[in-house]
């Protein structure tokens, strides 16, 4: 059984561009939530959708977001690049969601900004 | 959401069993123990869950005292490819954001 699958693994961007990560999440599984991984921060959340819809946010700004697609493969898209946007972004999903659903993890793609 | 204590490292010799201790004095009843491990350049690894049994799985087992408040990762058979950063999360009901603290930093030794 293939896990979550994120692409592209590695990312050089500038400040003021834009960024688009892919997300494909364990077939069958209907949740995917996005969390961004700093060494000061540790790991964030930053949404979860379900059913191509977002169902809970975190603390960014709107600079940051994303969608799900009728098969639950899931984008997330961040404009207007900052240097403190410089992360490992992971992807997670999981059957429904919710607390009793182990989350999987992908790979994560690692964005730095120039 | 309920806060977790783990010590910040451990070592452990190959073969052995690795005991990771966490506490979670304030979790609530409906709140979930999770457990997962990052190795260095990977995601993030889910290795168990539970709310009040012990459970066990093929990679690991947890036990969870009575009270609740704590509970300890059981990885009966270290390898060298267990060292890694083991996280221990508390998760309320209805809440899907995993939020992982410092961790334990596991070192199997050969």
């Known amino acids: 059984k293939a896990g979550v699958t994120q692409t592209p693994r590695y990312l050089i961007k500038t400040r003021g561009q834009q960024v688009t990560l892919s997300c494909s999440p364990i077939s069958g599984h209907r949740s995917v939530s996005w969390y961004q991984q700093t060494p000061g921060q540790g790991l964030q959340f930053l949404f979860e959708y379900f059913s191509e819809t977002q169902r809970n946010k975190g603390n960014f700004p709107g600079r940051f977001s994303g969608r799900q697609f009728s098969n639950s493969r899931s984008e997330m898209n961040v404009s207007t690049l900052e240097l403190g946007d410089s992360a490992l972004y992971l992807c997670?999903?999981?059957?429904?969601?919710?607390?009793?659903?182990?989350?999987?993890f992908g790979d994560g793609t690692r964005l730095s900004i120039l | 959401d309920a806060k977790t204590t783990q010590p910040p490292s451990m070592d452990c010799a190959e073969g052995r069993a690795a005991n990771l201790p966490c506490n979670h004095s304030?979790?609530?009843?409906?709140?979930?123990v999770y457990w997962y491990r990052q190795i260095h350049s990977q995601g993030p690894q889910y290795i168990i869950h539970?709310?009040?049994n012990n459970e066990t799985n093929e990679m690991a087992s947890l036990i969870i005292t009575e009270d609740r408040k704590s509970s300890t990762l059981i990885l009966p058979h270290a390898t060298l490819r267990d060292t890694a950063v083991y996280y221990c999360?508390?998760?309320?009901?209805?809440?899907?954001?995993?939020?992982f603290g410092a961790g334990t930093t596991v070192t199997v030794r050969a």
């Open positions: 539970g709310l009040k």
């Open positions: 997670a999903s999981s059957f429904t969601g919710g607390e009793n659903q182990p989350q999987h």
């Open positions: 999360i508390v998760l309320r009901s209805n809440d899907y954001k995993l939020s």
């Open positions: 304030t979790i609530s009843g409906n709140e979930y």
